[in-house]
Each structure stands twice: as structure tokens, then as C-alpha cells.
């Protein structure tokens, strides 16, 4: 079997084609980036609505399958920006219509999980999801993926993103931040923001704003990052003790830094846990991981007619019922 993936939830638009063993075909992703400030919702929709054909073209060739070839159509439908997911789930639905294939709308978060395990061959993995939008530690329990951390206001990736356009650099600023704190010789204090599992990085993020112009930019860069990556570290050594879990896996783009991959693999160390961490390519906003989590989800025996297929701006990753969770454990 063969299954085209779409992701669209925010800045990205991706397109992926995996086969039923969760090799991945072709995997191209095309990323808005605005030209002033940060994600206007209607102009990043509009950008992937310009770009959908020529990402699903390029990802065809790169696969060497033809369009016939497709038997499943996966599609991000949730959580994001509503523009960008009905963008996206409009062209799926075209798409799985126009080849009379079955259509799936995928969660997002869980999408990134479950690419992250068939990539690393992690079987029972606490996840530690961070990127632009969303900050949650995510692990299977009692039946469901569950939440067992995440934070109350902005993702940490918009954080990083917002303390970088203050200090003028481009969108997206984390890459650049990490350079920038990789000259960093001095910690800055900042407010350290832990409430119970969850954490919060708007606070920190305005006293970083506030020492602009007082403390070296480098400094602060390195200070944001210990701060707010070691908020995370602690809550997903937490997690991992209350759900007697001993793999950690890395998922999202700010997951691509190394000083955060740095700070889990040390305290899985401490713990005896494994660590786990896809490749950059799979661990941004991409298709591939849509299409291998409609793989899963069509094995598992899923199916939505069209009209389920309705985007969901707000869908929480214990609103899925895995009931691919078997097909899952075979497996691994
Ligand atoms: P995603 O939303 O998962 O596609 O990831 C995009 C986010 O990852 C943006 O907020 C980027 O700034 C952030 N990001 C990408 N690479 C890095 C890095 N090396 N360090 C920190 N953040 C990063
Ligand atoms: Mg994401």
C-alpha cells in the first residue's frame, strides 16, 4: 500500500508518500515565511493553496510513483490554523475523490510520535513535542495518548521565534538563537516558570525582551535557552517517572537544537532510558509523517467519509482513539 500524506497546520505545507512498511518515498516540504513580523493565518493558507500541486508533483517524482499509484490519502486535520487546515484538507479530499481512494485526517501531534518511533524503532516512548505552536509531553496511557505536561501560553519554538524578530533576526529565529548561544559565557538570570507538569514562556520571554540593550544578546540567547530547556527537561523526567517509562523521543523543529537534545540524553542517561531523535527532515512540520500515521490508522480498520473530515483547530491527542495501537505492538 501506498499513502500520499499532506501536512498544513501552520507555516508548513508537506507532502510525503510512505509504503505500508514506513519506508519513506519522498518526503518535500515548502515553508512560508513571512516577510514582516510573524504567521499571518490567511497568508500562510494562501501560500499553500500556491504551493500544494507543484509539493504533491516534486514528491511524486522524488518517489518514482505515479499518481494511480497512491492508495491512501492522509491529511493533517488538527490542531492549527484554521485557514491553513481547511487549505490543505479541501486539497486531500480533491485528491482521494479525484482517485477514488480512502481519505484520513490525521492528528498532528500524534503524527510526529508515531514517524518518530517507526524512524528510530522506539516501541513505548514518552515524547517530548516541541515546535512552533505546541509544547506537550505526549505518551500512550490507560488506552490513549495522553498529555502529561504542556504549557499554558505561547509553544516554546514562538518564543524563540518572538525574543529573535526583537532582536531583529529572521523568521524562523531558533537555528539562529542556537548559534547566537553557542557564544554565550555568562548566565542571565531569568524567571524559571514550572507549575506543577506544565510550564510557561511568556514570562521568561518578556524578562529576556527587558535585558535587550543591558546584558550581551549572545548571553541572553544562551540564558533563554538553559532557561526554558531546562523548565522542559525537568517535566519530561516526570513524566517518564510516573509512567514508568524508560525510551524518550524528540519531536518538532526546536527539537533540531542540539543543546536541547543535549540536556534529555543526559538525564535519560541518569535515568538508564533510552534517547530517541529522528532526523531534522522528520522532525519539522512534514507529510511523511501524516502518511505513515493514515498507514497505521488504515490498518488499524479506520474510516471517515468525507463529510468526517471536517479540520479540527483545537484536536487534542486524547480525542484519538488508537485503535491502531495493536497493529503498533505486532510490529515492534
Ligand atoms: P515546527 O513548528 O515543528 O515545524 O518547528 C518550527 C520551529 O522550530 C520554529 O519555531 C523554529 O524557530 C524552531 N527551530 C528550528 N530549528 C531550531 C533550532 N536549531 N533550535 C531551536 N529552535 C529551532
Ligand atoms: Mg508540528
Known amino acids: 500500500m501506498i499513502c500520499l500524506g499532506i501536512e498544513g497546520t501552520a507555516h508548513t505545507v508537506g507532502v510525503g ?53 497512491i492508495d491512501l490519502v492522509g491529511f493533517s486535520i488538527g490542531p492549527g490554523l484554521g485557514p491553513c487546515l481547511r487549505t490543505v484538507a479541501t486539497a486531500a479530499r480533491a485528491l482521494a475523490l479525484s482517485l477514488n481512494v480512502p481519505l484520513l485526517g490525521v492528528n498532528h501531534c500524534i503524527a510526529h510520535l508515531e514517524i518518530g518511533k517507526v524512524i528510530t524503532k522506539a516501541s513505548d516512548v514518552v515524547l517530548v513535542y516541541v515546535s512552533g505552536g505546541n509544547t506537550q509531553i505526549i505518551a500512550f496511557s490507560n ?24 532582536l531583529g533576526l529572521s523568521f524562523p529565529s531558533g537555528p539562529l538563537i542556537e548559534k547566537m548561544a553557542q557564544k ?16 510557561a514562556f511568556s514570562g521568561i520571554l518578556t524578562a529576556t525582551k527587558n535585558l535587550i540593550g543591558k546584558q550581551k544578546p549572545e548571553d541572553l540567547c544562551y540564558s533563554l535557552q538553559e532557561t526554558c ?42 535515568r538508564g532510558a533510552h534517547f530517541f531523535c529522528p532526523p531534522p527532515s522528520l522532525l519539522v512540520d512534514n507529510g511523511a509523517m501524516i502518511a505513515w500515521t493514515a498507514v497505521l490508522m488504515q490498518r488499524g480498520g479506520c474510516h471517515m467519509d468525507i463529510q468526517d473530515t471536517g479540520v479540527r483547530q483545537n484536536f487534542r491527542v486524547d480525542d484519538v482513539e488508537v485503535i491502531w495501537k495493536d497493529v503498533i505492538t505486532t510490529r515492534s
Open 229 to 270: 530547556f531546562a523548565m522542559l527537561t525537568e517535566v519530561t523526567e516526570r513524566a517518564m517517572a510516573h509512567t514508568e517509562k524508560k525510551e524518550v523521543l524528540l519531536g518538532g523543529g526546536v527539537a533540531c537544537n542540539k543543546r536541547l537534545q543535549e540536556m534529555i540524553t543526559l538525564m535519560a542517561r541518569a
Open 184 to 199: 554565550g559565557e555568562e548566565y542571565i538570570h531569568l524567571p524559571y516558570s514550572v507549575k506543577g507538569m506544565d510550564v
Open 17 to 69: 508518500i510512505v509504503d505500508e512498511q514506513g519506508k519513506i518515498l519522498s518526503n518535500i516540504i515548502k515553508m512560508y515565511r513571512p516577510a514582516t513580523g510573524g504567521i499571518h493565518p490567511r497568508e500562510a493558507a494562501n501560500h499553500h493553496a500556491a504551493n500544494i500541486a507543484p509539493v504533491i508533483k516534486k514528491a511524486l517524482i522524488q518517489s518514482g510513483k505515479k499518481i494511480k499509484d
Open 143 to 166: 488506552g490513549k495518548y495522553r498529555v502529561f505536561g504542556e504549557t499554558l501560553d505561547i509553544g516554546i519554538g514562538n518564543c524563540l521565534d518572538k525574543f529573535g524578530r526583537i
